[in-house]
């Protein structure tokens, strides 16, 4: 979502509410303070071991920059999705697939409310100085929307004040021969913040001054917050579950009226694509032209109702058939069926469920190994059926 501005971008779980987790980095923006060893809450009940290691990257262990005699080493990257969010390091399907797999090193360099620029910045400054063997992406479908921000947005949970921060931008910038390059804004990332949501009108802050005046003036922002959280929560929890019992959807017709849930991805001109187009092409031309995998991730309402797919279209027009591939993930999701909801944590939270993790890394590593670019381990489908459980289960 791109409110409350319209160069900013808004993360209800950004990493800058919590300062004993993350910490500011001036060319990616922000990144996890090293070794972080906490349990944390989940939404949907029970607790998560949070772990980061010395080096600042989410994982029980250590990695040496050069790649250990006979391991094959993939790098990870993405946003809250591919990162974990809400689940144990171990029940991670960066994790699950690596445990199967033993001469694997899989490294998730990962971290919530990344954009793809973000995640490329990632592999540029800190995940391509680790020697491996293939780089895999996961962009979610809302990274288009991140990339075009020049700042994120979230609500400060000690005064409830909506907190302005700059990240790093890329801007499109046009070649000689005509194509799209990159120019790189917001550098140094600056790390100042400012409260965004203080009234600029003369009048309304004077009404403030008074303590009766704050008050209210909070006490109507925070209900104007309440109405859009219950909104959200009434089409999670009543809305899409019963339009699913009823086995209606409503997306084919809402599709043939013009709408698409991401509208940036219905022709390869818009802005946006463009934009995610560049970074991705240069993602693939990173250190050691190593194979380059895109796979798109996606929210529960695509495993609910037959949504518009135009984001394929725009993503798998990537794929070159040699180093460039790109994967489709939501068909191992929509064969499971009634099931599929299961895979996020929903009503709770649309982060991935660990059911959700082990679907996923059945999913990545199934075609991985139809591209050929696996060339270790034997891979046998843990069935994710009905009842399928992860190794590690969560605390819970």
Request: proline share 7%; with cysteine; aromatic share 10%.
């Amino acid at each position: 979502m791109n409110e409350p501005f319209a160069n900013s971008a808004a993360h209800p779980n950004s990493p800058l509410t919590e300062p004993e987790i993350y910490r500011h980095h001036p060319v990616i923006g922000v990144e996890y303070v090293p070794c972080v060893h906490l349990t944390r809450p989940r939404p949907d009940g029970g607790f998560y071991e949070l772990n980061v290691n010395a080096a600042g990257i989410r994982s029980n262990r250590e990695y040496s920059l050069a790649k250990p005699i006979d391991v094959y080493r993939i790098l990870v990257f993405g946003d809250s999705q591919a990162d974990g969010f809400y689940q144990s390091n171990e029940c991670r399907f960066s994790e699950l697939i690596e445990y199967r797999n033993p001469g694997l090193e899989i490294i998730n360099f990962s971290l919530p409310g990344f954009g793809t620029d973000q995640q490329l910045l990632m592999f540029e400054e800190i995940g391509s100085k680790y020697e491996h063997d293939l780089v895999i992406l996961l962009p979610f479908l809302s990274n288009i929307r991140r990339n075009l921000a020049a700042t994120v947005t979230w609500r400060d949970p000690k005064t409830g004040h909506l907190i302005v921060q700059a990240k790093p931008q890329f801007v499109l910038a046009p070649r000689e021969d005509g194509t799209d390059g990159l120019e790189l804004r917001n550098f140094p990332v600056p790390e100042k913040r400012r409260i965004a949501d203080e009234p600029a009108d003369p009048t309304a802050a004077a009404s403030q001054s008074s303590g009766l005046g704050r008050l209210l003036w909070h006490a109507r922002k925070k209900l104007s917050a309440a109405r859009k959280l219950c909104a959200f929560g009434i089409r999670k929890r009543v809305i899409y579950p019963l339009l699913s019992r009823l086995g209606w959807d409503p997306f084919p017709l809402l599709g043939q009226l013009g709408y698409d849930i991401y509208p940036e991805y219905q022709a390869a001109d818009t802005e946006e694509w463009r934009l995610m187009a560049a970074i991705l092409r240069r993602f693939a031309q990173g250190k050691g032209q190593k194979p380059f995998v895109v796979a798109p991730l996606v929210d529960s309402l695509y495993t609910r109702f037959a949504v518009g797919r135009s984001y394929w279209e725009r993503f798998s027009s990537l794929a070159d058939g040699e180093r460039v591939h790109v994967i489709d993930l939501l068909p191992h999701f929509l064969k499971l069926g009634r099931q599929a909801p299961r895979c996020f944590l929903e009503p709770h939270d649309s982060h991935l469920s660990d059911f959700g993790h082990s679907v996923l890394a059945d999913a990545v590593e199934s075609e991985l190994r139809r591209l050929d670019i696996l060339p270790i381990g034997n891979f046998e489908s843990h069935g994710a059926g009905a009842d399928k459980q992860t190794t590690i289960q969560n605390r819970g």
